[in-house]
């Protein structure tokens, strides 16, 4: 007898996004009386003004719990319709339970599959290449995907190279059924050599009590890549949607760093009035929960309106990278 196989949507698509800041605005002279550098040298080197930090009472959950909480409202779900979760994150500090078991008992869902990813800066677009499969396959109607990261956590004071970098929020979306195409392929990969360009330090090593573990991280490797390999898998994910330059409306890469995206124009050769995210700006390097953030950000400020067509790509520490082309919500 041969079995039986699920089918779902023949199209899948973000149905909504919302997000969630640390609430504590920590500004580039503030961070200057932690760390030995200047507002001119971060501003020009990164293109970040201020970042945001968690402050009292706030973590990955309650963070996590307002963006997903904006995200099924704004779907127009109630929680019991949402039958998957999935959260990227490298900053829930239990192994087991996952993040996503105990947000989906904090949102009230109702018996959906939870499990986490741990694929850093690129772990949104990892989330949304599996929640499309499982929308389209038909194991699940409305996944919601998060990423959220608490990196002020990890931040080792005495290291300028990268304190300044890392900030602290959540962006969640529902991805959902479809009538019409609106999430394009997933473009994704890694760099398997360069596992050590990015590291969180191995917990076994940190004393009870200590400060750490702490991440570390080949600034310039990571800025080559980024400027190299990763551009032409934006321009691979563009062109697995079927759709050009000129097509393209808005442009929401990773916001590690206002020079990378720079440099990714110049390659992409995208038109002047492509809307490209700066989110980078008031947030710095949110990890999986930057593209997310800056998503929700266009939308709110009118640059960018639903409807529009926003090529994505993450990419971080693995090193792992990951794209779609899609419809915003
Ligand atoms: C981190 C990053 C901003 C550093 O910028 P950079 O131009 O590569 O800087 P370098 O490390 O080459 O250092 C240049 C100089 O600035 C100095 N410097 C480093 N950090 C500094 C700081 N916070 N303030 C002032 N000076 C600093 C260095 O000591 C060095 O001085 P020297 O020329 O006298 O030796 C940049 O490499 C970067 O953004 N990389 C990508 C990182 C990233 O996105 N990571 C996350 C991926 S998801």
């Known amino acids: ?172 979306v529902i991805v959902g059924p479809s009538e019409t195409p609106a999430l394009g392929p997933t473009v994704w990969g890694s760099k398997p050599e360069a596992h050590s360009v990015i590291e969180i330090d191995d917990w076994r090593g940190v004393e009870p009590g200590s400060e750490g573990p702490f991440i570390h991280m080949e600034g310039r490797e990571v800025f080559k890549w980024a400027t190299t390999a990763i551009v032409d898998k934006a321009i691979e994910t563009l062109e697995a949607s079927g759709l050009t330059p000129d097509d393209l409306d808005c442009f929401i890469p990773h916001q590690a760093n206002n020079r990378i995206t720079d440099s990714m124009l110049r390659h992409l050769k995208l038109p002047e009035d492509v809307v490209v995210a700066r989110d980078i700006v008031r947030m710095g390097n949110s990890s999986a929960a930057s593209i997310p953030l800056a998503m929700e950000a266009l939308l709110e400020s009118g640059e960018a309106k639903s409807g529009d067509s926003a090529l994505i790509i993450g990419f971080g520490a693995g090193l792992v990278f990951s794209g779609q082309t899609l419809i915003l919500p």
């Open 1 to 172: 007898m041969p079995l039986k196989s699920s089918t779902g949507a023949q199209y899948a698509r973000i149905m909504s996004v919302g997000g969630a800041r640390g609430s504590r605005v920590v500004t580039n002279d503030e961070m200057c009386t932690m760390i030995d550098s200047s507002d001119e040298w971060i501003t020009q080197r990164t293109g970040i003004k201020e970042r945001r930090w968690v402050a009292e009472g706030e973590d990955a959950e309650t963070l996590g719990l307002e963006a997903s909480r904006k995200a099924i409202e704004r779907a127009g779900l109630q929680p019991t319709d949402v039958d998957a979760i999935i959260v990227s994150t490298v900053s829930h500090f239990m192994q087991t339970p996952s993040l996503a078991a105990i947000l989906a008992k904090d949102l009230g869902l109702d018996a959906p599959a939870a499990f986490d990813i741990s694929a850093a800066c690129a772990g949104f677009s990892y989330g949304v290449g599996v929640a499309e499969g499982m929308v389209r396959t038909g194991s699940a109607k409305h996944v919601l995907v998060l990423g959220v990261e608490v990196l002020s956590r990890y931040t080792d004071m005495n290291d300028r190279s990268t304190a300044f970098l890392f900030s602290d929020g959540a962006g969640a």
